[in-house]
């Protein structure tokens, strides 16, 4: 998977990348109303990668900014797919076990493991992540547990 960001200027400014077809693509993003520096994950033969884009898209069109948080975002969210897709799985069938295995490999395994703030920020977009997959029916529920409010979610393993 590879991470790009909507650019209508590089593809005007440099239309032989692109065999021509600039003015047709900026239309194509105008007509869908991508925001410059969207965030848009492809897999290997370049199609957007679901529902992760679908995702974005619906932040940047709930206010979120493109340039500090949705980038932010964009990198937590493909961190994620990739070690899920190692372990074969996808954002829609990934199990609570996958979840505490990325938080460990984050916290702990990795050559430089991030810290508690860190880490609370990045499981902060990943449960937003997993509300929206269930609010949106891409998956019947969270694979994470809850104790009390929506907003408290409580594992063991999961919060640091």
């Known amino acids: 998977m590879d991470l790009f960001f909507v650019s209508r200027a590089r593809v005007q400014d440099r239309p032989e990348l692109y065999g021509g077809v600039g003015e047709e693509a900026v239309r194509r993003l105008d007509f869908r109303a991508l925001p410059d520096r969207l965030p848009v ?82 499981a902060s977009v990943i449960n937003t992540l997993f509300d929206w997959l269930v609010g949106q029916q891409f998956r019947r529920v969270s694979p994470l547990r809850m104790v009390g409010t929506r907003i408290k979610r409580c594992m063991a393993l999961w919060v640091k």
């Open 41 to 122: 994950i492809v897999d290997s033969v370049m199609r957007p990668v679901e529902p992760a884009c679908t995702w974005f898209r619906h932040l940047a069109y709930m206010g979120r900014d493109p340039e500090d948080t949705l980038r932010h975002y964009a990198y937590i969210v493909l961190r994620l797919m990739e070690f899920l897709i190692e372990r074969g799985r996808e954002l829609v069938t990934a199990t609570e076990s996958d979840l505490v295995a990325y938080r460990r490999s984050r916290t702990e395994l990795q050559d430089k493991p991030v810290g508690g703030s860190a880490w609370d920020r990045e």
